[in-house]
């Protein structure tokens, strides 16, 4: 199974910026849809944002519209997510994942991902 290799997360302070990474070894990158989801301790795993590798559509969760900002490189096989303003709610462990989807779909949910990537830390200090 092809897994994710993420870059990025650690600590950072309320209302700074963070920027994670996503790459991907798929020989057809532009055929999915990636994106994130989030867990954080004693809660469910619940989606953050995806986008559509082929079309460039995105979906984002209403809590970090306007806050977060995902973009992919298909010349590096990378999505990226661009976090600012963040605060205590969006600490929490960011795994990566993709769902095969070459019609433009930007939609992701739990039981469509295909892959996973193992996880990184984000940390937010006061």
């Known amino acids: 199974q092809v897994q994710l290799v993420e870059s990025g997360g650690g600590l950072v302070q309320a209302g700074g910026s963070l920027r994670l990474s996503c790459a991907f070894s798929?020989?057809?990158?532009?055929?999915?849809?990636m994106g994130w989801f989030r867990q954080a301790t004693g809660k469910e795993r619940e989606f953050v944002v995806a986008?559509?590798?082929?079309?460039?559509?995105?979906d984002y969760s209403d809590s970090v519209k306007g806050r977060f900002t995902i973009s992919g490189d298909n010349a590096q096989n990378t999505v990226y997510l661009q976090m600012n303003s963040l605060n205590a709610e969006d600490a929490a462990v960011y795994s990566c994942?993709?769902?095969?989807?070459?019609?433009?779909?930007?939609?992701?949910?739990?039981?469509?991902?295909?892959?996973w990537g193992q996880g990184i830390q984000v940390t937010v200090s006061s």
């Open positions: 798929t020989r057809t990158f532009s055929s999915y849809t």
């Open positions: 986008i559509n590798l082929r079309s460039g559509s995105t």
């Open positions: 994942a993709a769902k095969f989807d070459p019609f433009g779909n930007p939609r992701i949910a739990l039981d469509d991902v295909h892959y």
